[in-house]
């Protein structure tokens, strides 16, 4: 099945600063999504970038299909950033998305 | 905006009992996935369904079975419950079946075995 590696795998940053996150598959997928997982557990959709760049307030997400990798960067990060960044695709037909092991991100005050 | 329902949020059981997991997609999404969350791993798929039919199958234990109804909620019914069955199970739901859609997650079912 297809591969997905997220790097790195740990992060700690100190509040306001800047970050990129790196998602890498190992084959052409048909969909590609962003999400975190907040201290509580709950998985919140970032973005939806099969190609292509996005941006949502201080996040933002490019996906360079033909170079099989995802970025999300995150801007003047704050402590609510604080969590885990799951990178999730699909290949097949029937959808089931294969997720990474997650980036566990620690903003400090 | 309306979003996929997961009934109940927490549930603590014995070993050997049965639980029964309830998915609500969102409304008008006709494609409803079951993954579990083992502690400190990502979600792994289980099961889909389309239009009340099986679409797919992942990783899923004999010991679980489910379905989906006519108004397209599903259920997830574990038996025989082991201490490694101990896991977050969310439910997602998706638009259309196939490549490309988006899929949205509920809240998640914290299950406990003791």
């Known amino acids: 099945g297809i591969q997905v590696e997220q790097s790195p795998p740990d992060l700690i940053l100190q509040e306001g600063a800047n970050s990129t996150l790196r998602c890498n598959f190992s084959d052409s997928v048909n969909n590609l999504q962003w999400f975190h997982q907040n201290p509580w557990g709950q998985l919140i959709n970032l973005f939806y970038?099969?190609?292509g760049t996005k941006q949502n307030g201080r996040l933002s997400a490019t996906t360079v299909a033909t170079e099989r990798y995802s970025l999300l960067y995150i801007s003047s990060s704050q402590t609510t950033d604080s969590g885990v960044y799951f990178c999730a695709v699909n290949k097949a037909a029937g959808n089931k998305l294969t997720f990474g092991g997650g980036t566990r991100v620690l903003v400090k005050p | 905006a309306a979003g996929v329902i997961q009934s109940p949020r927490h549930l603590i059981k014995e070993k050997r009992e049965t639980a029964t997991l309830k998915c609500y997609p969102i409304?008008?999404?006709?494609?409803v996935y079951w993954y579990q969350q083992g502690p400190g791993q990502d979600p792994q798929f289980l099961i889909s369904f389309y239009e009340k039919m099986q679409s797919d199958k992942g990783s899923i234990p004999d010991r679980f079975s489910a379905q989906q109804f006519s108004d397209y909620h599903s259920e997830l019914n574990m038996s025989s419950l082991e201490l490694g069955d101990s896991a977050l199970y969310f439910c997602?739901?998706?638009?259309?079946?196939?490549?490309?859609?988006?899929?949205?997650f509920g809240p998640g079912t914290r299950l406990t075995v003791t």
């Open positions: 409304p008008r999404h006709d494609t």
């Open positions: 997602a739901s998706s638009l259309g079946r196939g490549e490309g859609y988006e899929q949205y």
């Open positions: 970038i099969p190609s």
